[in-house]
C-alpha cells in the first residue's frame, strides 16, 4: 500500500508541476510593470537655487532678471525641452511697466496626455515685512520664494533628460508673481499679485492648451517645512491633492505632507484653475497657526541660502516625480 501511495503521490506531482509550469508559459502577465522613477538629488536642486541667488534679486527690468531668464531657458533647452518664451509687457499696480517673460519648457510636446508643473522665477522687489523699516523698499534675494520652487523643477527637467515619463511634461516658469501691493501701502488692489500667470491662463502658450493637472511649487526650501493642504487646491482639484499627498506619505514624507488645511494663498494656480480650468494644488509652506502664516524671512533681506534645505528639496522634489512617472 505504502509503495503504490508513494508512487501515486508521485505521479501527481509530475502531473501538478507539468500543469504548472504548462500554465506558466501560457498565461499572460498580469503583474504590472514596477515603475523606475529617478531618484532625486537634493544637493543639486540646492545649487539651482544657488545658482539664481547669484545673479541678484530676479526683479522685473533689472540686469539679474534678464541674466537669470536666460539662464533658465537656456539649462531648460541643455535638458532636450522644446522651450518657449512668452515674451510680454504689463502694468503693475503702481503704474510701474515691467518687461516680463513666461519660460515654458515642454517636454514630450507631441504626446496629447500632459501634465503641468509651474514655480514664479521673479522675485519682490521689497522687502516690506522685513522688521527693520529700512528694508522695506530694498530688494530680496528670494531664495525660498522664488528660487526654492524653480530649482526643484530644474532638477526634475534634468531627469526628464534621460528618463521620459509616459505623458508629455510641461514645466511653466511664471514671471511677476511678487510684484503685488506693498504692504505698507493701504488701498486695496484686486489681483497685482500672479501677473504672469494671469497672463498665460488667459493667453496660453497653444491654442487649446489642456493639462490632466497642474502642481504649483512655492516656498519649498525651508528646514523643517510642513504642507498643510492649501484652501484653493482643495477646492478645485482634491483628488490632485489626495494624490500628490499619498505618494509623499509613501515615501516617508508624511510628517512633511501632513493633512490638515492650511488657509486660501492667492497664487499662481489660482489662475490655472480660474481662467484655464486645468486643476492645481500649490505646494507651499504656509501654517495659518504660525504668527505670520509664512515663516520669519517671508519678504524680509533674510529670504536667503541659510533658509534652503536640501532635505527639504528632495522631499518636494521627489514626491513630484513619483508622481509624474506613475501617470499612464
Ligand atoms: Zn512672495
Known amino acids: 500500500m505504502r ?28 503583474v504590472p510593470m514596477a515603475v523606475v522613477v529617478p531618484i532625486f538629488n537634493g544637493d543639486s536642486a540646492y545649487s539651482f537655487v544657488e545658482k539664481q541667488v547669484a545673479f541678484g534679486p530676479r526683479v522685473p527690468n533689472s540686469e539679474a532678471h534678464i541674466k537669470c531668464g536666460d539662464w533658465l531657458e537656456d539649462i531648460m533647452r541643455s535638458y532636450g525641452a522644446d522651450v518657449v518664451s512668452q515674451r510680454f509687457e504689463v502694468l503693475a499696480y503702481n503704474g510701474d511697466r515691467l518687461s516680463a517673460r513666461n519660460i515654458i519648457a515642454q517636454f514630450a510636446p507631441e504626446k496629447r496626455k500632459r501634465v503641468l508643473l509651474c514655480a514664479h522665477w ?21 531664495a525660498n520664494d522664488g528660487g526654492s520652487g524653480v530649482g526643484v523643477l530644474v532638477e526634475i527637467a534634468r531627469h526628464l533628460a534621460y528618463a521620459p515619463t509616459e505623458v508629455g511634461v510641461d514645466i511653466v516658469l511664471f514671471d511677476v508673481e511678487d510684484y503685488g501691493i ?44 510642513k504642507f498643510n493642504v492649501e484652501g484653493i487646491s482643495k477646492h478645485y482639484a482634491e483628488n ?18 501632513v493633512n490638515e488645511d492650511g488657509g486660501y494663498i492667492t497664487d499662481d494656480h489660482l489662475y490655472v484653475n ?37 532635505e527639504t528639496l528632495k522631499a518636494v522634489g521627489q514626491t513630484v516625480l513619483n508622481v509624474i512617472y506613475n501617470e499612464k
Open 182 to 225: 506693498h504692504e505698507k501701502e493701504t488701498s486695496a488692489v484686486e489681483n497685482s499679485w500672479a501677473l504672469g500667470s494671469q497672463y498665460w491662463a488667459r493667453l496660453p502658450h497653444k491654442s487649446n492648451y489642456n493639462a490632466r493637472f497642474g502642481i504649483l511649487l512655492d516656498i519649498v526650501g525651508a528646514p523643517d517645512s
Open 3 to 30: 509503495g503504490l501511495l508513494t508512487f501515486l503521490l508521485v505521479i501527481a506531482t509530475f502531473f501538478v508541476s507539468c500543469g504548472s509550469t504548462t500554465a506558466k508559459k501560457s498565461a499572460p502577465a498580469e
Open 122 to 142: 521673479d522675485t519682490r522687489p521689497w522687502a516690506d515685512s522685513d522688521p527693520d523699516p529700512s528694508n522695506h523698499y530694498k530688494a530680496i534675494d528670494g
Open 240 to 257: 490632485i491633492v489626495k494624490k500628490v499627498w499619498a505618494q509623499a506619505k509613501r515615501l516617508g514624507y508624511g510628517n512633511m505632507f
Open 274 to 310: 480660474r481662467f484655464l480650468g486645468i486643476p492645481c494644488i500649490d505646494i507651499i509652506n504656509y501654517d495659518p497657526d504660525s504668527p505670520n502664516g509664512f515663516g520669519p524671512y517671508h519678504h524680509t533681506v533674510k529670504d536667503n541660502m541659510e533658509w534652503i534645505s536640501s
